[in-house]
């Protein structure tokens, strides 16, 4: 499975088109090398041992702060639409033990913690620790700080400076983890997609040429 798991250069390279909105259009030259440095730093056991984390999750919860909490909420979104149950939380302070409470040992946790080490991350490591959840750690500083608290660490570069900064090196880990998510989950990820799809046809005017239609 690691191989087929495995972060490609095509993966990587097509975040700027699944970006969410607000970052889509910004992958100037340096964006293209955080994303080419991101793909260089992903060891492939690490991403391959993140995917089999992923796959049996009863849910994942993704957390983020500031603008990585963007891409914690992106990155549950891609794996709700593939057929896996995931949620995001941003909470901070007294907010973010509402968040905690759920969470079991047949959860997985992603946190999404460039540089930063907020005590909310700690917390979230802490909680998990306690109820068995493994943590998949996305980040380019904290990994020798938090690296053997957590299940897997997958890096995403920073840029020195530029306004998806925080943002890019993750989105790129994002997306090859969604990509290959639903390789291996193939037909459910397919059945996802159309119920999906069908659902969004109630949202499309009646003279559309999707109206009405359920594949």
Same mark, same amino acid.
């Given at each position: 499975?690691a191989?087929s798991?495995?972060?490609s250069?095509?993966k990587l390279?097509?975040t700027?088109q699944r970006a969410p ?5 910004r992958s $100037?030259a340096?964006g293209?090398?955080r994303?080419?440095e991101?793909?260089?730093s992903l060891r492939?056991d690490?991403?391959?041992?993140a995917?089999?984390?992923?796959l049996?999750a ?5 957390f983020?702060?500031?603008p990585?909490?963007i891409v914690a ?5 891609r ?8 949620r995001? $939380?941003a909470?901070?302070g007294?907010?973010?033990p *509402?968040?905690?409470v759920p969470?079991?040992?047949d959860?997985?946790v992603?946190?999404?913690a ?7 991350i700690e917390?979230i490591?802490d909680?998990?620790e306690?109820?068995g959840?493994?943590?998949?750690l996305?980040? *380019?500083?904290?990994g020798?700080a938090?690296? *053997?608290?957590?299940?897997v ?8 400076s530029?306004?998806?900064r925080e ?6 880990v994002?997306?090859?983890l969604?990509?290959?998510v ?7 990820a397919l059945?996802t997609s159309e119920l999906l ?9 009646p ?9």
């Amino acid at each position: 499975m690691a191989s087929s798991a495995g972060p490609s250069t095509s993966k990587l390279s097509s975040t700027a088109q699944r970006a969410p909105p607000g970052h889509r259009g910004r992958s $100037t030259a340096p964006g293209r090398g955080r994303i080419h440095e991101t793909r260089r730093s992903l060891r492939a056991d690490a991403f391959a041992a993140a995917v089999e984390r992923l796959l049996p999750a009863e849910e994942v919860m993704t957390f983020g702060a500031g603008p990585s909490g963007i891409v914690a909420e992106y990155l549950a979104l891609r794996l709700n639409r593939l057929g896996l149950k995931a949620r995001h $939380t941003a909470d901070m302070g007294f907010r973010l033990p *509402d968040a905690l409470v759920p969470l079991s040992a047949d959860d997985v946790v992603v946190i999404f913690a460039p540089a930063r080490l907020f005590k909310e991350i700690e917390v979230i490591i802490d909680h998990a620790e306690e109820v068995g959840a493994p943590v998949v750690l996305i980040t *380019d500083a904290l990994g020798p700080a938090l690296g *053997d608290r957590v299940a897997v660490t997958l890096l995403a570069t920073l840029s020195a400076s530029g306004a998806t900064r925080e943002t890019l090196g993750s989105l790129a880990v994002v997306d090859a983890l969604a990509l290959a998510v639903a390789s291996q989950l193939g037909e459910r990820a397919l059945e996802t997609s159309e119920l999906l799809a069908r659902l969004r046809g109630h949202f499309l005017p009646p003279n559309s040429p999707h109206y009405g239609r359920d594949e």
